[in-house]
C-alpha cells in the first residue's frame, strides 16, 4: 500500500507535491488572501522565515509545532516574496536553509515524529517517499556522473571531488553514509531551479512593504558582514585586475566580468565600479553601466551573478601573486573577508578603562543569568 504523509509529516517538507497541493486548493485567490487577517498572520510568519534563512546564527527548532497547513502555506509565500525582490543571493540563501532544514529534520525524525517506521533496511517510510519524489534511488550505490556533478558544486570537502571517486561506466559509487548530504544538495538544486517565480505585478505591489523589510535587513546584514570597501583587503587576482585598468589596459571579458561581480558583491555601487573602468582606453560609459547591471542583475534579466571562485579564477589565468592566504581559502570573497577583519581588528583601539572617583560609583556588573 502506497505510504501518505500526515499533516504534521509534510509541513516538516512543504515542498514535497503533496503538501502544495491541498494549499492550492484551500487558497485558491493569493490576491484576496493577502488582503485578510489571516493572509496578513501568514506574510508575517513567511517574513521570518526569510529573515531567518538570511541571519547567520540560525536557530533550528525541533519541530514544527503549529498549523501544518499555515506552516506551509508560509513557505510558499516567501518563496512569492523573494522572487518579487527577485535578488539571486537572496534567493540562494532560501533554497540552502529550506534545504539545510530539511536535512536536519530527516537526520533527527525519530525525535519529532511519533509516526516513525523504519522500512525495511536502514531509512524510513517518509525518508523513502522524499527520496523517490526528489529522483534519488536510495537503495542504489551509484549515481550519473553528470547529477553527481550538480549536486556537489557547493560542497568543498574533498572526498566529494570527483577525482577523487571512484567512476565506472558513467557512474559514481556512493556509500550509504553520504546519501543524508545528496538529498540535502537535491533539494537544494531543485527548489532553486524552481525560482525565482513569475509573479503577477499586483501581487508584488501588496507584498511590497514586507519585500522592503526584508531587503533593509538583509542589506544590514551584508553591510555587517563585508562593512565598507576596503581595497587593501582585496585579493591579489582583483589588485591586478585594478592595476592593469589603471595602467590603462583593456581586461579580457573573463576579467572584467570577475571584477564587477566582485565589486558588486562586496558592496560597491555601479556608478563606483564605472568609474574604475573610465581609465580602460576603449571606455564607453553606456556600455560599461550596461555591462554592470547585466552582471549585478539591475538590467532587467533578473541575473545576478556572483565572483567566481578559485578554481575558475586559475582555468581564465586570473589567479595570480597567490600568497599565504591564498593557500588556504578557494574563493575570492572568502579572501577578502578574512583579509578585511585581519585589517580591522588591527586598527581597533583597545578599549580603556573607565576612572573611577570616590564621588562615582563603579559600573554595575551585567547580571549572570
Not at 499533516?7 to 484576496?32: C, M, N, V, W, Y
Not at 568609474?275 to 571606455?283: G, I, T, V
Amino acid at each position: 500500500m502506497e505510504f501518505v504523509p500526515s499533516g504534521k509529516e509534510l509541513s516538516h517538507f512543504p515542498f514535497l507535491k503533496k503538501a502544495q497541493d491541498p494549499i492550492r486548493s484551500r487558497f485558491t485567490s493569493l490576491g484576496t488572501l493577502l488582503g485578510t487577517p489571516k493572509g496578513e498572520a501568514l506574510i508575517s510568519q513567511a517574513v521570518t522565515r526569510v529573515r531567518e534563512a538570511v541571519n547567520p546564527k540560525k536557530t533550528r527548532v525541533p519541530e514544527v509545532v503549529g498549523s501544518p497547513e499555515d506552516e506551509i502555506a508560509a513557505y510558499a509565500l516567501a518563496r512569492i516574496i523573494v522572487s518579487c525582490i527577485n535578488d539571486k543571493q537572496l534567493i540562494d540563501r532560501l533554497t540552502r536553509y529550506e534545504a539545510e532544514r530539511a536535512y536536519y529534520f530527516l537526520v533527527n525524525e525519530e525525535e519529532w515524529n511519533s509516526s516513525y517506521v523504519q522500512d525495511d533496511g536502514e531509512y524510513s517510510r517518509l525518508w523513502r517517499a522524499i527520496a523517490d519524489e526528489l529522483g534519488i534511488r536510495i537503495a542504489q550505490d551509484r549515481m550519473p556522473v553528470p547529477d553527481y556533478v550538480e549536486l556537489i558544486a557547493p560542497l568543498h570537502d574533498d572526498r566529494y571531488r570527483l577525482v577523487n571517486r571512484r567512476v565506472e561506466r558513467g557512474f559514481v559509487a556512493i556509500n550509504k553514509n553520504e546519501r543524508y548530504e545528496l538529498l540535502r544538495e537535491r533539494i537544494r538544486v531543485l527548489l532553486r531551479r524552481e525560482l525565482p517565480h513569475r509573479v503577477p505585478k499586483d501581487i508584488c505591489e501588496q507584498l511590497a512593504p514586507r519585500a522592503a523589510e526584508i531587503k533593509k535587513v538583509y542589506q544590514e546584514q551584508m553591510l555587517r558582514q563585508f562593512g565598507r570597501v576596503e581595497e587593501s583587503a582585496f585579493p591579489p587576482c582583483m589588485q591586478a585586475l585594478i592595476t592593469a585598468l589603471a595602467a590603462g589596459t583593456n581586461l579580457t571579458h573573463a576579467g572584467r566580468f570577475s571584477l564587477t561581480a566582485f565589486l558588486h558583491n562586496i558592496g560597491m555601487d555601479k556608478t563606483g565600479i564605472a568609474e574604475l573602468y573610465a581609465r580602460s582606453p576603449d571606455f564607453d560609459i553606456e556600455k560599461t553601466i550596461y555591462q554592470v547591471e547585466h552582471i549585478t542583475g539591475r538590467g532587467g534579466t533578473g541575473t545576478e551573478y556572483t565572483t567566481p571562485a578559485c578554481a575558475a579564477m586559475q582555468t581564465t589565468g586570473l589567479c595570480v601573486h597567490r600568497d599565504t592566504l591564498c593557500e588556504r581559502i578557494n574563493h575570492p570573497l572568502s579572501y577578502y573577508k578574512a583579509k578585511k577583519s585581519r585589517i580591522t581588528k588591527k586598527f581597533v583601539p583597545e578599549n580603556k578603562k573607565p576612572e573611577t572617583s570616590k564621588d562615582t560609583a563603579p559600573p554595575l556588573k551585567e547580571e549572570t543569568r
